[in-house]
Every structure is written in C-alpha cells, then in structure tokens.
C-alpha cells in the first residue's frame, strides 16, 4: 500500500505584462509551469501542474 506524503514547493509567480494574468512555475520541477487570468486561479493551476508533473516523474523512476 502507497502511502500519502505531503510536499511543499516553492513557486515563482510573475504578472503577464503582454497578455495580462499570471505565469507560475516550479523551479524544483523543470519545465512546470502553468497561468492564470486571476491570481488564485494561476495558483490552482499550478497545483495542478506539479502534481501532473510528479506524476510522470514517478511513473518513470518506476
């Protein structure tokens, strides 16, 4: 049985100045990034976004 561990990332968050709303990455996780028109919508996006990324990472250590 596998276990729940909770992590934390850090996150950069820069406001869009072209297009307007927020893009979010991940520095502890090349190329995870994600965007929002609203701030708290780039954050759940971004949540997202890691979590689909460690996933992948997993699946391939496996």
């Known amino acids: 049985m596998v276990g729940c561990i909770r992590v934390r990332f850090?996150?950069?968050?820069?406001?869009?100045?072209?297009?307007g709303?927020?893009?979010?990455?991940?520095?502890?996780?090349?190329?995870?990034?994600?965007?929002?028109?609203t701030l708290e919508e780039a954050l759940e996006n971004i949540k997202d976004a890691i979590s689909g990324c460690v996933e992948v990472l997993n699946e391939r250590a496996e």
């Open 10 to 19: 850090r996150i950069v968050v820069r406001e869009d100045p072209e297009d």
């Open 21 to 37: 709303g927020y893009v979010v990455s991940c520095p502890a996780i090349p190329g995870c990034h994600s965007q929002g028109e």
